[in-house]
């Protein structure tokens, strides 16, 4: 095509590469959640469906993205992580945030229906926000997950607490909130349970851990998987076997079968079950 004199504006266009060999953590947030889940009398703390719909978006999300090998969520958050060695768009930051947040937004208002069927979306419709962040270790990593769903039990213990002594001890707000301030983990499930005769380790697990969705490879044997090759070491017959080699892997985390699981990830015992997922060796 010729060039027009317009030409120059693509110059003002900046590059957003994210720096190679890190992992990638994009997390995405609902856009006024608290308004959007009282416009739809979502249930507190926690509303099944509600998570149910983010779970389900978040696997089409992973479905169409086979390069992302993990995700996380609670409340109207999601985390997707890309392995350190991903190169798709070629690691464009904006082009991976908007893409992921856009593909789970359309998924979120067409799944809709399905988990609230007796409440038809309107206007305004639900949005998200999105930032990618970068880790250089695995230990970063893992903290990173440990964070969230640290969060996820901190809040899920205090949700709990707090609408349980609204809920059913009739308290308003103000007195449950004065009442919290302050409190140990052990003083709320002290509360949960002589008042309410609540046992909070009964509550259930998707609302104390959050969910972590994944792929299976349920014939890996764990401990069968390689770990980290030497990229610096490789000759340039190497580095081509091991392109091959990736885009078979691509495919076949492609195929592989994508669950929702509420698990524990802060323990090593998740990530040494699985060494596929770190590895990237499917
Ligand atoms: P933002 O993210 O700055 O646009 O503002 P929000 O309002 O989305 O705030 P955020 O993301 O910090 O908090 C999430 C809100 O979503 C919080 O007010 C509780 C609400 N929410 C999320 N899941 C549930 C649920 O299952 N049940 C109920 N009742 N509310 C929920
Ligand atoms: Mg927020
Ligand atoms: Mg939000
Ligand atoms: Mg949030
Ligand atoms: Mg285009």
Not at 89 to 98: M, N, P, W
Not at 222 to 242: I, N, Q, W
Request: glycine share 4%; with cysteine; charged share 30%.
């Amino acid at each position: 095509m010729a060039n027009s004199k317009y030409e120059y504006v693509k110059a003002f266009e900046q590059p957003d590469l994210l720096l190679p060999n890190t992992w990638i953590v994009v997390r995405i947030d609902g856009r006024g959640f608290h308004k959007f889940s009282d416009k739809y009398a979502f249930e507190k703390p926690n509303d099944r469906r509600a998570l149910d719909l983010m779970n389900a978006a978040a696997m089409k999300v992973m479905s169409e993205l086979p390069d992302i090998f993990i995700a996380y969520g609670i409340s109207d958050e999601y985390s997707f992580v890309f392995h350190k060695s991903c190169t798709l768009f070629e690691r464009r930051s904006s082009k991976l945030v908007t893409t992921i947040v856009s593909t789970f937004t359309a998924y979120y208002v067409h799944l809709w229906s399905n988990f609230f069927p007796d409440l038809p979306l309107t206007a305004p419709l639900p949005s998200f926000d999105g930032r990618a962040v970068q880790y250089p270790s695995v230990q970063n990593l893992r903290d990173y997950m440990s964070w969230r769903q640290v969060d996820c039990h901190i809040n899920n213990l205090y949700n709990t607490t707090f609408w349980a002594l609204i809920q059913n001890g009739g308290m308003d707000a103000k007195t449950a909130e004065k009442e919290l301030a302050g409190s140990l983990a052990a003083d709320k499930n002290e509360i949960l349970f002589s008042r309410f005769k609540i046992n909070y380790n009964n509550e259930p697990e998707m609302y104390k851990k959050g969910s972590v969705v994944f792929r299976d490879y349920e014939l890996v044997e764990p401990g069968t998987v390689e770990l980290e090759d030497d990229e610096s070491a490789k000759t340039v017959e190497e580095a081509a076997l091991s392109k091959t080699q990736a885009e078979k892997d691509r495919k076949r985390r492609a195929k592989a079968r994508i669950t929702v699981q509420h698990v524990d990830m802060i323990k090593d015992e998740f990530w040494e079950r699985r060494p596929w997922l770190l590895s990237n060796k499917p």
